[in-house]
């Protein structure tokens, strides 16, 4: 009998450049791997009904649109086919609840470049450990490349000639060109007159309204909202410091407000939250440090 197989293919966003990962050639090895396969009695193994793709996930997460798409599509394939186990799921529970929600369908998984039997205990079990030491690697990864941030972090030197950053994504106000932080002179100027409306008493959203009356949208395009204004006046780099973390260190871009008014703006807004308890602003001194205050 000739399955109707579905191929899944994906690629998270640090192994786009990784030869043989691409969404391309998983998919082309796949299509080869079902034109040359066979069953027990000499017919097509299996026969490609749909290709389900994501590009830019990690593998750590079910919530991809791709698997999300072919999960529901169960009724339309018999096997779900990949590359590797680690294609379909980085964290062994996820794989553990995907296998049970096929074999309660009476699906089948297959790896194309991974010999196991699902079908007996032993083949369980490597599978199993396969996955094991998938999320084991993933999870390796991770934590190095938290290191590695921390440490860039922690000695991060900027100029006067040149604001270097950890390649986050600029906020309203800023760009960066080639990894140098650079001020957005309009938006700069909008961002000045948010923390003084803040001063001159006005709400978060009495100043998302302003600006949204005034045609003004955030940096994706979107209207204003009293959340994405206090996105800006709790934020330090318009005060002159990055944050990463609990950690803080200086640019030396064009700055919207001064410690002081940015200070000032953190203290009112404390005093308008009603659980008296998180009235704690989160300060700067003039070297960046955040220090906790009162309201």
């Known amino acids: ?59 750590k997460r079910e919530n991809r649109p791709g698997y999300r798409q072919m999960m529901s599509e169960m009724s339309e394939w018999d096997a779900i086919i990949v590359l590797k186990m680690d294609r379909i799921h980085r964290n062994s529970r996820n794989f553990m609840n995907m296998m049970d929600v096929l074999n309660r369908h009476g699906k089948q998984f297959v790896s194309a470049t991974e010999d196991f039997d699902t079908s007996n205990a032993t083949g369980r079990f490597v599978m199993s450990m396969i996955q094991s030491i998938a999320q ?80 003004i949208r955030t940096h994706r395009g979107n209207k204003w909202t009293n959340i994405s204004v206090a996105a800006v006046l709790h934020n330090p780099i318009y005060a002159g410091f990055i944050r990463w973390q609990e950690l803080r260190y200086r640019h030396y871009a064009a700055i919207a407000v001064d410690v002081e008014s940015f200070n000032k703006v953190q203290i009112i807004t404390a005093s308008r939250v009603k659980d008296p308890s998180k009235r704690n602003p989160i300060l700067l001194n003039e070297e960046g440090i955040p220090m906790l205050g009162s309201a």
């Open 1 to 59: 009998m000739t399955l109707r197989a579905a191929l899944y293919c994906r690629v998270s966003t640090e192994e786009q450049a990784i030869e043989g990962y691409s969404i391309d050639a998983q998919k082309e090895k796949l299509e080869a791997f079902c034109s040359f396969a066979v069953n027990d009695d000499g017919e097509d193994a299996y026969a490609v009904t749909k290709v389900y793709l994501d590009e830019g996930f990690s593998g």
């Open 136 to 215: 084991l690697e993933s999870e390796q990864i991770g934590e190095r490349t938290y290191v590695g941030m921390r440490q860039k972090a922690e000695t991060m030197e900027n100029t006067a000639e040149s604001s270097r950053t950890m390649g986050f994504s600029p906020p309203f106000g800023y760009r960066l060109i080639e990894g140098e932080l650079v001020e957005e002179p309009d938006e700069l100027d909008q961002v000045s007159w948010m923390f003084e409306a803040c001063l001159r008493g006005e709400s978060m959203q009495s100043i998302a309204d302003s600006l949204n009356h005034s045609n």
